[in-house]
């Protein structure tokens, strides 16, 4: 008897199933079926074609699909609940076909033309979890497709499934419209609107200019809000696209210099980039009662961009204004509208200062290629890994040798710089170009908050407390609604012995930044941990990979699981982190510049807790002028 050995292979594996079958099928049996057919004629197998998606087998109520990449299961499962939702929106709401649908990549075993194994099974699971009309994904498909697709992900928590031993990692995606993610509830803001008072309305804005006092607000915060989504690329070329995501990045970091009003940050409107929208459910989504959109498009050496400021209660246009220029004067454009704009909001004079317009005005660069680059280095940035830093450092410093005085660039290198440091990758040097960085910037324009929040960090890794919090607080006066600014202070509020309101801030982050961006997790996860906050640091640690985790990650993951009492967990943890990071002890954390007494307590007490090494080794001591040590490790020596 001869055996052959089975077919295996790595398979994305999308499983979706009805929600409500046997309920629609007692009710009308023939309608249903009638409707689950249109839909997959109309909007599912077109969608499986131009994915290449593969239906290995149906099952009455439900399908299981494979694809060659994530990334393709993934864009393809939202693509069918967007469409399954429009292709109904006539369809009374007890009648309609909600699916759940759950992706995993994994190891599948293959039979013929069917499909079994734990990848399978993942998926299967992960789709009953799911809620309905949304898409839950697995930790190894999410690792994949990470940094590929600009979806609004929230991390679902680490599930026990049936019949698979470890629990399963989970990442839900926040549909559009949909509300929050599973495991971080945003709070919801209320809005004001005077409907009862319409026609006095009309008369105010004749009489004396009372749009000011009735202008729709936050409740919670006494301020209007507003939403500047993602500019439209009419070009469809990627030069054109990246200075369309760069005018819509520095129109909001612009707008939210002003504290009479909230803007939302780009990461929660990011999700609607390249989608035709309806702006209504847009401003219910993000609880805004405005919404700026726009248009670029470039022909030759000139650009023309469109801009339009909508009320999202009414749905009137507020302002709208076109520019067709010569493509160097994209950034003169973006002042203009930056200022148009706040003037709408602000009411006129008088009611936004004209310093608080002449610190909105960021300098433009003198040469647009040097933009460009500026706009590639900070999308390496954001990957947060070895290779992507060195690589952003590369296409910055391109950037500020063809444009010495670009301020914003200088911003972005003092954060690759000192973020690559904490890799542990020329320490020394890297946090001396850092620090270089940072000063520059400011010197370039002191009127960006960002500039003042880099050159106050850089203080406070050089141990200078008095003037990282004073920089800090200058950033924050000049940028109150800036989420970017918030999270920065948040992450050095325990340094300044204020470890609460960095977990305030935080609160605020996410109110303005539901859809925050991964590298917010790495300060998120650190004012937790220096409040004690240690299930909540865990969950933000959680979000990133092992390979994102600098030499401070590891103690504060180590260290919250063993404070938590989850000991074995704590010293798989520590196995981990010395695999890594051979050197690291407690001394070591002990001795790391720029934390305060209680912040190197934290660390010293929880790093004992989860059982890492305590003593530093003789040659790391030499590089440290005055070593902290620990007593059993003076005592040990003396021995």
């Avoid at 499983?15 to 839909?39: F, P, Q």
């Avoid at 299930?535 to 990979?545: C, S, V």
Wanted: charged fraction near 25%; proline fraction near 5%.
């Amino acid at each position: 008897m001869v055996t052959t050995r089975a077919e295996r292979r790595l398979a994305a594996i999308m499983a979706a199933d009805i929600v409500g079958y046997s309920r629609l099928m007692e009710t009308d049996e023939a309608a249903t079926l009638a409707a689950i057919k249109a839909l997959r004629a109309e909007v599912i197998d077109p969608l499986l074609n131009e994915h290449d998606g593969r239906v290995v087998k149906l099952m009455g109520d439900g399908a299981l699909v494979e694809f060659h990449s994530v990334v393709d299961a993934v864009t393809c499962a939202v693509a069918i609940q967007t469409g399954v939702t429009a292709h109904q929106s006539e369809t009374r709401a007890e009648r309609r076909i909600v699916f759940r649908i759950g992706i995993n990549l994994g190891d599948v075993v293959v039979e013929g033309d069917d499909l079994f194994g734990d990848g399978v099974n993942v998926a299967a699971r992960l789709e009953q979890l799911c809620p309905p009309g949304g898409v839950l994904i697995s930790g190894t498909a999410y690792d994949h497709m990470k940094g590929k697709l600009s979806l609004p992900i929230d991390f679902a928590g680490a599930q026990k499934v049936k019949n698979i031993a470890e629990p399963v990692r989970a990442y839900s995606v926040r549909m559009q419209g949909g509300k929050g993610g599973w495991s971080l509830r945003t709070r919801r803001i209320r809005r004001f609107l005077p409907m009862a008072a319409a026609s006095l309305v009309l008369l105010a804005f004749a009489a004396a200019g009372a749009w000011w006092l009735l202008r729709p607000v936050d409740t919670a915060t006494g301020k209007p809000s507003i939403a500047v989504l993602p500019f439209s690329n009419y070009g469809d070329d990627e030069a054109t696209g990246r200075l369309a995501d760069g005018l819509t990045e520095d129109i909001i970091t612009d707008l939210a210099r002003f504290p009479e009003f909230e803007v939302v940050a780009r990461n929660s409107t990011e999700a609607y980039k390249g989608m035709p929208v309806d702006v209504r459910q847009v401003a219910a989504a993000l609880h805004v009662g405005y919404v700026l959109e726009g248009s670029i498009q470039r022909q030759g050496s000139r650009v023309r961009i469109n801009a339009q400021l909508i009320e999202a209660a009414s749905g009137k246009h507020l302002w709208s204004e076109r520019w067709d220029r010569p493509d160097e004067d994209v950034f003169a454009v973006q002042t203009e509208i930056s200022e148009q704009v706040t003037n709408r909001l602000g009411g006129g004079a008088g009611l936004i200062q004209e310093a608080g317009r002449i610190a909105a005005k960021r300098k433009r660069p003198d040469n647009l290629n040097a933009y460009e680059y500026y706009l590639l280095g900070t999308e390496k940035l954001e990957q947060i890994t070895v290779e992507g830093l060195e690589e952003a450092i590369k296409l910055l410093t391109r950037a500020v040798e063809l444009d010495p005085g670009l301020a914003r660039a200088w911003v972005e290198l003092y954060h690759s710089h000192s973020i690559l440091a904490s890799f542990g990758v020329n320490p020394e040097s890297e946090r001396k170009a850092a620090i270089e960085a940072a000063e520059r910037a400011v010197k370039l324009d002191p009127s960006d908050a960002e500039a003042h929040a880099v050159l106050g960090m850089s203080f406070g890794e050089r141990g200078d407390l008095a003037r990282a919090k004073a920089e800090l607080d200058t950033a924050l006066r000049m940028a109150p609604g800036s989420a970017e600014i918030l999270i920065f202070y948040a992450s050095w509020a325990s340094t300044f012995g204020e470890p609460e309101r960095g977990v305030e801030l935080i609160d605020q982050v996410i109110r303005l930044d539901p859809n925050y961006p991964l590298w917010a997790t790495n300060p998120f996860s650190y004012a937790y941990f220096m409040a004690g906050r240690y299930e909540d640091a865990l969950k933000m640690l959680e979000r990133m990979t092992p390979d994102t985790y600098n030499l401070m990650r590891w103690p504060m993951r180590c260290g919250s699981f063993a404070a938590l009492g989850r000991t074995d967990e704590a010293k798989a943890c520590v196995a981990e982190a010395l695999k890594r990071f051979p050197d690291l002890t407690i001394e070591a954390m002990a001795n790391e510049p720029g934390y305060s007494e209680a912040e190197h307590q934290r660390f010293i007490e929880t790093m004992r807790l989860a059982g890492f090494p305590a003593c530093a080794k003789p040659d790391a001591l030499t590089k440290i002028a005055k070593p902290k040590r620990l007593p059993e490790c003076v005592k040990g020596a003396a021995n």
